[in-house]
């Protein structure tokens, strides 16, 4: 066998198909053409309605929560905070949504500076129950606010920020049920403008 025969039944020098070659079928014609044709039925919600209750899905479940947690918080209590929100308010405009948003990043992020106050007032107590002779609750309490005050970050800069965050919820809060009533009392002129129209 000289050279060229080897080369020719060596399985290694094979050519492999090319994309110049055929594609062998994996399904027939009239599957193919049923497959297409239920592709075309699910892309997604078509109407305005539909396009705004799917966007709530990235709030429901969690898609923006890259937006409102940290590395330290678990997604799935964001994601049962935002539900919880959702399910109260209902909201039914892209605005309404966008409000509820605010709502929803200042109330987590409050109770996230609520809890570290509470985290650091707990050490501070902590602090002087070990460098100090048995004392008065109130004693120690007040020993561990003075120790605060004097301690970076500052103290009352967080209780401030927590304040800012609970005022700035009661104003989106207020503006949020605004639009909302404002929505409630144009349904409302409208079915009596129909009733008075009809009698």
């Known amino acids: 066998m000289n050279n060229e025969e ?3 039944n060596d399985p290694s020098t094979v050519e492999t198909q090319t994309a110049t070659q055929p594609r ?3 399904m027939s014609d009239a599957a ?3 497959h297409r044709a239920n592709a075309k039925k699910c892309t997604g919600p078509k109407t305005r309605e539909g396009k705004f209750k799917a966007s709530l899905n990235a709030l429901k479940h969690g898609a923006y929560s890259h937006n409102f947690i940290l590395k330290t918080e678990d997604a799935g209590t964001f ?3 935002s539900k919880s929100f959702i399910d109260e308010f ?4 892209p605005s309404e949504l966008e409000l509820l948003k605010q709502l929803i990043s200042a109330a987590w992020r409050r109770n996230r500076i609520a809890e570290l106050i509470q985290l650091r007032i707990n050490q501070a107590i902590d602090t002087v129950i070990a460098n100090s002779e048995p004392t008065p609750a109130a004693e120690i309490t007040q020993q561990a606010y003075d120790m605060l005050e004097i301690t970076q ?3 009352a800069r967080q209780q401030a ?3 800012r965050l609970a005022n700035h919820f009661q104003r989106t809060l207020y503006r949020l049920n605004s639009i909302r009533d404002k929505k409630i009392r144009n349904e409302t002129k409208f079915i009596r403008d129909r009733l008075s129209f009809a009698a």
């Open 153 to 155: 970050p500052s103290f």
């Open 6 to 8: 080897l080369i020719a």
């Open 32 to 34: 193919l053409a049923a």
């Open 90 to 93: 209902q909201p039914e405009t």
């Open 161 to 163: 920020h927590e304040l």
């Open 24 to 26: 062998k079928k994996t």
């Open 79 to 81: 994601e049962n905070f």
